[in-house]
């Protein structure tokens, strides 16, 4: 496992199919921002940030109640590629060798894949695997943070994941959440 680790969790997002703040809906308990980041701190890893509005808001107090470090991103509507060029950024100047990239909307994510990420990880991109797609939680070595800070718009890092080792994940780890109806138990 490389360490220091950072991990970022994307949580900038506006919700506009939602309706409201989908990243505080109660899901399963709690918050659904807050099962991403109750797994987090759970684990012993060097920082964790959140990637947030730039507006006060519960959203970012749910993670400044769970010990992470919030960096604003100005403009939220320009996409995932913003916020993760930005966690890349913090990545770079906090000096850490690996970067740990979850979604805030993904409550499934267990404590045990991640650290079956980790424990891949080396000197490759590690992916989690589901469908027969690729994608979050996604593990990235220090020698690609540049080409994630370049990231813009709503892409994302998919371009870097051809590549990746694979960690496959459990059923039900990926679902979606972007609508009212996604909340619904199945």
Known sequence: ????IAAVVLAAGLSTRFGG???LHP????PLAAHIADTLA???LTWRVAIVPP???ARRQLF???SFELVENPDPSQGMGSSLALGAQ?????GAEALLVCLADMPHVSAEHLGRLLAAGDTDVVATSFDGSRGPPVLFPRRLFLDLVA???DHGARHLLANAGLVVAPPGLARDFDVPGDFDPT
């Open 1 to 4: 496992m490389p360490e220091p």
């Open 21 to 23: 703040d989908k990243l």
């Open 27 to 30: 899901y399963a308990g709690k």
């Open 42 to 44: 759970s684990l012993p």
């Open 55 to 57: 507006v006060p808001s």
């Open 64 to 66: 400044e109640d769970r």
């Open 90 to 94: 913090r990545a770079l100047e906090l």
């Open 151 to 153: 990231l813009s718009g």
